[in-house]
């Protein structure tokens, strides 16, 4: 495991995506009910994440900002990828979040989106033909997430429960 | 419909705000029994990316407390306190110690969910009042976890109306305790268009 200290470290915001070359580490502080997609060229190790809000963009008429939906950025964050030298054969898929941080009644529609969130991410990298080798998703708590490009680890915090590597 | 809130429906919202933090106050004092004060609120306008930053940080830890809200009008309710402010209030309220080493345990839950329900609800009932529209607020559900995990709950609930998320900024004081909180309140579309006609803005 290498230490954060050393290696250049690209923060991604809610509704933002970006990308991160090898050694450097992508990450994301305090995931709620949005979902963390880090797409990972294996070869090149060059890790994009993206930080999903809402399920679709086409549910909604204000969807300018392309980045807080699951379609239109892990769509974004693909051809960014792909600009970048990276082929899709070679990219796998690591989601983490997508939790209700509220105990209402899971059918709500209100407080299901994080269930949603995660269903829609899921459908998309089918859809592009990624697949996902590991996720750590839905539950109740809030979780920091770092991403390493050196060795395709993925690091994930949560209060008071020990950290886990997926 | 529209799509996003101008600037006259953020100064309604705004002087909602005032009026609702200002009953929560009465109703703070009352429950406690003590001169509880308050600075007037400070109600904000923020870009959903900033959002965390005000609470010192994606990581921090906060405790959020959230109602639905049914009849008229259709939405959310949430009142978001860092953890010292947690502390300060619990013990004003319970008359305890608590330090920020100590856990805190099942009757200091409940109390803050009180605190919560008794803050959301002298609110809504201001709203309520002055449009005339029914207001039901649920049992509050509490969460305690970072900052980022808590907010992202309103973000995404306001997230399908616009990019900024509205924010009053409450400061309750009693003596030298000063207990710092944050409103925000999410209206469904229709029932936002619901509040302007009814006060006559539309």
Redesign the interface.
Known sequence: MINSEDIEVVKV????FNIVKNPGMITT??????VAVVLYDTKLKIAGMAHV??PSSKA???NN?RA?FADTAISDLLSMMENEGMRRQNLIAKIAGG?Q????DSADD??S?GRKNIQACKEILAEIRISIIAEDTGE?????VEFYTADGSFKIKS?GKPEKII | MQ??LDELHMDVLKELGNIGAGNATTALSQMLNRSIMMRVPEVKVVE??D??AILG???N?VA?I?V?ISGDING?MMYVLEYESVRIMLNILLNKNITSEDELCEMDLSALKEIGNILTGSYLTALSKLTNLTMIQ?IP?L???????????P???F?????SVLFIKTDFNEGDCDVVGYYILIPELQSFDKIMKSLGVV
Do not use: Q
């Open positions: 915001g809610m509704a933002d502080l305090g995931l709620g009910s949005c809000m809402l909604i008429k204000n900002n807080k939790s941080m509220f105990d209402f209100v407080f989106v109740n708590y809030g979780r920091t209060v | 799509d996003k959903l990316k959002v965390s940080g994606e990581e830890m959020g959230l639905k959310i649920s559900k969460a305690f976890d970072m900052a980022g995990a808590i907010l992202s709950v973000a995404i609930l997230g399908k109306t616009g990019d």
